[in-house]
């Protein structure tokens, strides 16, 4: 059992617990393509089998979320569950909050929140911060697509679209746009609605799955993978996927190849004109 699976991630629970489901109905090691943290929900990928292979071809991928971010509160997570360290600042009004928006966007310098699974010297940041130890994270780049003002949630609160590249934290954002504003802002709700190439329309609550309907579900691998197509003769065939390298005429780059049933193998490589398997997902 090999492919992806969409999961509507619930809020209140971790990204690991929904894999543990997966790997519990499939009784196949899985893997999440981006952890969410547990007061978020939406689109969580988790690849099956072999799909888990492929996490380093989604590392760059986009990321649009749903996020509501309460102003005049601070915490020690930068989201209202962690420690209040400050509330009652001030609220900003739509226009001064559409007037700071483009200084957010584009490619940032972005300092990570504490509470995060940064590693600093061999232990998370948020196992650090939870133990009262002292510490700062470097600034790192990540690119914001775009910030969209959705509408006003509540008197302290406002929704907002996000587009953003891998790596970015949305709870860091609330506290920039806070402090641009001179205020201060954490994030309140958050809902990842696309992830790469899955989507929220896509996506299915684990507690809709069973062992029994889990297959209706699943993602073919080359379906998702943004690859030419190539099917080697018999005689190429039997030498890449016994890891040799073969004569080719191709461009240099990555190719979705298979086996000459039509059957999906994995990923070649094209270097110099050679040709060798890259990753097997089949």
Request: glycine letters at 8%; hydrophobic letters at 35%.
């Amino acid at each position: 059992m090999t492919g992806f699976v969409v999961i509507d991630k619930a809020v209140g629970v971790s990204s690991a617990h929904e894999v543990n489901i997966l790997k519990r109905l499939s009784g196949t090691p899985c893997g999440h393509m981006g952890t969410l943290d547990p007061m978020a929900s939406g689109v969580l990928p988790i690849a099956i089998g072999n799909a888990a292979r492929l996490f380093d071809y989604f590392l760059d991928k986009r990321k649009t979320y749903i996020a509501e971010f309460q102003f005049g509160t601070d915490s020690d997570t930068l989201d209202t569950t962690g420690t209040v360290l400050k509330t009652g600042g001030r609220v900003p009004d739509e226009s001064e909050i559409e007037s700071i928006i483009p200084e957010l966007c584009g490619e940032v310098m972005q300092i990570p929140p504490n509470y995060s699974a940064k590693n600093i010297d061999g232990k998370r940041g948020y196992q650090l911060a939870r133990e009262g130890v002292q510490f700062s994270l470097p600034p790192k780049k990540v690119n914001v697509y775009s910030i969209k003002l959705l509408k006003r949630a509540s008197h302290t609160a406002y929704s907002f679209e996000i587009e953003c590249g891998g790596g970015t934290y949305i709870r860091s954002i609330a506290r920039d746009m806070g402090a641009k504003l001179e205020t201060c802002a954490v994030m309140s709700a958050l809902q990842r609605t696309q992830s790469g190439c899955f989507s929220i329309d896509k996506a299915v609550p684990t507690s809709r799955l069973t062992a029994e309907n889990l297959q209706d579900f699943i993602i073919s691998t080359d379906s998702v993978l943004p690859y030419r197509s190539i099917y080697p003769d018999a005689a190429d065939a039997k030498k890449l996927f016994n890891g040799l390298s073969v004569p080719c005429e191709l461009p240099d780059g990555i190719y979705k190849i298979y086996f000459t049933d039509g059957s999906f193998y994995g990923l070649a490589e094209a270097n110099l004109r050679k040709l060798k398997v890259r990753t097997k997902l089949c």
